[in-house]
């Protein structure tokens, strides 16, 4: 029946660990946007937030179905060899510490993988591939990050045959919100989607059964969750081994 006992397969993500305003209260939460949530309930899992705190153990990985990396902060530029940028935003180094941990222990146990914008540049990081710190540098306009709290809209092109393609079609319209992009490819990885400035927007694990990653936020498409379905394909095809 699979990891969790259930057909539904369990999907977990990870969340913020901010400051969070709610009822009376004004204090250090984990937290993270519904529409993620709802994106997974949409394309038939059952998600669970995982909060960047203690240390994750393989019996707690093994539990999952599939794993979300979601987007946030810009992570750490000493991880891959680099000082911070002065665009460079506040750093979160215990999510850094527990996504990093998360995302190899998934790997190990072959659990599929969505990454949204923070999480392909996990992901990238994690295979020894770097950053452009500051996008607007290298593609010389605001295209992908217009203002705070502003989702910027470009065109994405899909490799034909990539996994991501066969989600959402070789072209399609993304919502995106970052300041920060792929430099260096990190090995064993595939670029497969690009905005039209050729910013890396997609990549895949091949060797990996379902390790998809993109730049921009699916979450954001209203109805469109063909990515997180895609996700939850790849978890009950697992789950039925």
């Known amino acids: 029946m699979g990891s969790n006992g259930s057909k539904v397969p369990l999907i977990g993500i990870t969340s913020y660990l901010e400051q969070a305003r709610f009822g009376l209260w004004d204090l250090p939460s984990a937290v993270l946007m519904r529409s993620y949530l709802d994106c997974i309930v949409a394309a038939g899992g059952m998600p669970v937030m995982l909060p ?3 240390r994750w153990l393989p019996e707690h990985v093994s539990r999952l179905d599939g794993l979300v990396l979601s987007g946030g902060a810009d992570i750490d530029p000493s ?6 940028h002065a665009a460079t935003g506040t750093l979160r180094l215990e999510r850094d510490m527990s996504e990093f941990g998360l ?3 998934a790997l190990e146990a072959d659990i ?3 990454g949204v914008c ?3 540049q996990l992901i990238n990081i994690a295979s020894g591939g770097t950053l452009h710190q500051h996008v607007p540098e290298v593609a ?3 295209t992908h990050n217009p203002s705070p709290g502003v989702y910027g809209t470009n065109e994405i092109k899909l490799a034909p045959g990539s996994v991501v393609a066969g989600l959402v079609g070789e072209h399609t319209t993304v919502h995106c919100h970052h300041h920060q992009a792929i430099d260096q490819l990190g090995s064993g990885l595939s670029a497969v989607g690009w905005a039209q400035d050729g910013t890396v927007e997609a990549i895949e694990l091949p060797e990996a059964s379902f390790v998809v990653a993109v730049q921009w936020h699916p979450e954001e498409n209203g109805t469109d969750v063909r990515l997180f379905q895609g996700l939850v394909q790849a978890a ?3 789950k039925s081994q």
């Open 140 to 142: 010389g306009s605001d």
């Open 52 to 54: 960047p705190v203690g």
């Open 79 to 84: 991880r891959y060899g680099q000082s911070p």
């Open 118 to 120: 923070r999480g392909l």
């Open 103 to 105: 995302y190899h222990l």
């Open 236 to 238: 009950i095809r697992r």
């Open 112 to 114: 599929p993988v969505l």
